[in-house]
């Protein structure tokens, strides 16, 4: 989906999977894999309307598949500059970062993006 009505959701994939101690590090990849199809089952809990759905992932994350209804970005460098550039970018848009990273917040807020924590998208 690319409807502009609908809301970007942006999401910080190292710093969601980072945010629950439960051995994310043994392996990345799954753990990005997990998130993604999370986000696939449940959406945006709360949000009633249309969602556009985008896992940055970075490291050894990299690679993971979309899915229908996440889109999976791999960045080639730093996933916080990628996530800044997807914002920056989305003008005109609703944007909204799931990250708890005080610098990434700091930036996409500049080009207008609303910013949440990773309990949004990952309750437990």
Do not use: F, K, Q, Y
Not at 88 to 115: C, F, I, K, M, P
Request: aromatic share 2%.
């Amino acid at each position: 989906m690319t409807d502009a009505a609908a809301l970007l959701l942006i999401v910080d994939g190292a710093n969601v999977v980072g945010s629950v101690p439960d051995g994310w590090w043994r392996d990345r990849r799954g753990a990005a894999e997990r998130l993604r199809d999370r986000l696939a089952t449940d959406g945006l809990p709360g949000h009633g309307g249309p969602v556009e759905i985008v896992l940055v992932v970075e490291g050894a994350a990299r690679g993971v598949e979309s899915v229908p209804g996440v889109r999976v970005e791999s960045a080639p460098g730093s996933g916080d500059d990628l996530i800044a550039s997807l914002a920056a970018s989305a003008r005109g848009r609703r944007v909204l970062v799931v990250t708890a990273d005080r610098e990434l917040r700091r930036r996409v807020t500049e080009s207008g993006a609303e910013v949440t924590g990773p309990r949004t998208v990952r309750p437990d």
